[in-house]
């Protein structure tokens, strides 16, 4: 057969696989997520990954051209679908399909693979999972001011202490308020707003300096040289530049609320926004997460062309090493704000709506950082049945069957531990090896002398490893057999339970 023509085993860029450790302390961080998110009061809902493109519009966030950076196909009915590029718009479609039936304020969470067309970088995938919660019909800002305090609830949940991290409030009205303070307000100024936004939401990475090079003419990648990428500012005035600058630099909390007054000016909207922040500020406070947990910011922007009112961003203010080795905070792990015009796409009325999305790989990650995804990781103790006899498949099996039912605690149904007999053809060092692979807790071995004795043999194998850490001596460690013993059939959960014990808290109780 020629071989030639063999596909090559490769992995396209921007995606990955994930390994046992990883899906288990995925889940685990999602469950922490889910309860928080269900004791507010949401409720499950899963949407397919393919939505019809037009379903999707253009609110793809942060993307110059509408409809760019989805994956697309054409059906067979010439009807184009693209893979979903977050799960808000697929919600929107749902609620405006379903809208008569589902009682309002609809509230939901949704987890899943979102998937974006764009070209793959550290940092950037083609497929990532964002876990979201949604309250759609709610006009007020208390929905925006609760969706904040379960921001906050749900980081502590998987292990991010308070400190560690601010949800960042900002109002997308107020925004709108300072660019028509400055002249770029109407339909005939959106390119230009959107240069100016973009331009703010660098503030981070390039400090006050850079963005006012960004409204002004533009910026050189290499500043001071004037050398590399040239980007084309905004072109404002400097009255402009400096009316945005002091948006920017306004301040955070109640001091920063005062602030943005004098520089939205008379402009409605912006005044809108500013009572809406206050109003926001108001709940949290009395909700008692107004003790750094939730501050409102007005350097946040999110969503360029996705939100339309408060917006917010969770951040872990926590330092960690770039690639250069030089501190820097970890930054932003999730995020979200109020976007009134999406469901209204399908409806031709204003439907009031309010999410957030944690990004799970970069939530992950931090823990990683923190030194808690290790504890996460580990899955629970495996117990590996060899065959030693291969005409005993059957007794081998039955061994297999008992320490699977013991495996699940009877009364609340959780998994204790797991088993598993070898099915591989190999012999017993190859078996052992198989085993010390998996990382079982033991192995359980009967050859035809141990089962005319009625007895199994157990092998710790954590404790064996510490043991025969100190044997130097082959003979010698044959000899020992470091944490072998042998137990009647009948005492074997019973000897197991006393293995694992050895290696966990609390006691795990089996029962026979």
């Not at 749900?154 to 409030?169: C, N, S």
């Not at 609320?257 to 926001?280: F, P, R, W, Y």
């Amino acid at each position: 057969m020629a071989t030639d023509n063999k596909p090559k085993a490769r992995l396209p860029r921007g995606l990955a696989d994930r390994g046992g450790a990883e899906l288990v302390a995925t889940r685990a961080m999602l469950e922490k997520i889910r309860s928080v998110y269900e004791l507010y009061g949401f409720e499950g809902l899963e949407t397919p990954a393919i939505e019809y493109t037009d379903a999707l519009g253009k609110f793809l966030p942060d993307q110059d051209r509408p409809n760019e950076g989805v994956f697309s196909f054409q059906d067979d009915d010439e009807q184009w679908l693209s893979l979903r590029y977050d799960l808000t718009a697929p919600l929107a479609r749902h609620v405006a399909e379903h809208f008569d039936k589902l009682p309002k304020p609809y509230r939901s969470y949704r987890a899943g693979y979102v998937f974006r067309n764009e070209k793959p970088g550290p940092g950037r995938f083609r497929q990532f999972m964002q876990f979201d919660a949604d309250t759609v019909g709610a006009p007020t800002v208390a929905a925006d001011a609760e969706i904040c305090m379960m921001a906050a609830d749900t980081l502590e949940a998987v292990g991010i202490a308070r400190g560690d991290y601010v949800i960042k409030v900002n109002n997308r009205k107020v925004l709108d308020g300072v660019l028509e303070a400055i002249g770029l307000g109407g339909d005939a100024n959106a390119s230009r707003r959107l240069t100016v936004l973009r331009a703010i939401d660098k503030l981070d990475k390039i400090g006050v300096d850079g963005v006012r090079d960004l409204l002004g003419a533009g910026r050189w990648e290499n500043p001071e040289a004037k050398s590399g990428d040239f980007t084309k500012g905004a072109g404002l005035e400097a009255e402009a530049v400096d009316k945005v600058l002091a948006f920017v630099s306004a301040g955070t909390g109640m001091a920063g609320l005062s602030n943005l007054a004098g520089v939205v000016g008379s402009s409605e909207t912006g005044m809108a926004g500013l009572d809406e922040l206050h109003q926001i500020a108001a709940l949290v406070a009395a909700g008692g997460y107004d003790d750094g947990r939730i501050v409102i910011d007005p350097s946040v922007v999110r969503g360029l062309e996705y939100y339309t009112g408060p917006v917010y961003e969770a951040e872990l203010t926590f330092e960690v090493k770039d690639e250069k080795g030089r501190p820097v905070r970890f930054g932003s792990v999730a995020g979200g704000g109020r976007y009134d015009g999406l469901v209204a796409r399908f409806r031709g009325e204003p439907v009031p709506a309010t999410g957030f999305s944690i990004g799970v790989s970069r939530l992950q990650a931090a823990l990683g950082h923190l030194g808690k995804g290790d504890k996460e990781a580990n899955t629970l103790p495996l117990v590996v049945v060899l065959v030693m006899d291969k005409d005993r498949i059957a007794d081998y099996m039955a061994l297999t069957k008992r320490l699977r039912d013991a495996g699940r605690d009877s009364e609340t149904g959780n998994l204790l531990f797991r088993a598993e007999m070898y099915l591989g053809g190999a012999g017993m060092k190859a078996q052992m090896k198989y085993a010390d692979r998996r990382g079982a807790a033991a192995v359980v071995i009967q050859g035809s002398n141990e089962k005319e004795a009625g007895e199994v043999q157990i092998k710790d194998l954590v404790e064996g490893a510490k043991i025969a850490a100190g044997i130097s001596d082959h003979a010698e460690y044959r000899a020992a057999r470091p944490a072998q013993f042998s137990v009647k059939e009948a005492d074997l959960l019973d000897a197991i339970r006393g293995v694992l014990e050895r290696r966990a808290e609390p006691t795990l109780g089996l029962d026979d």
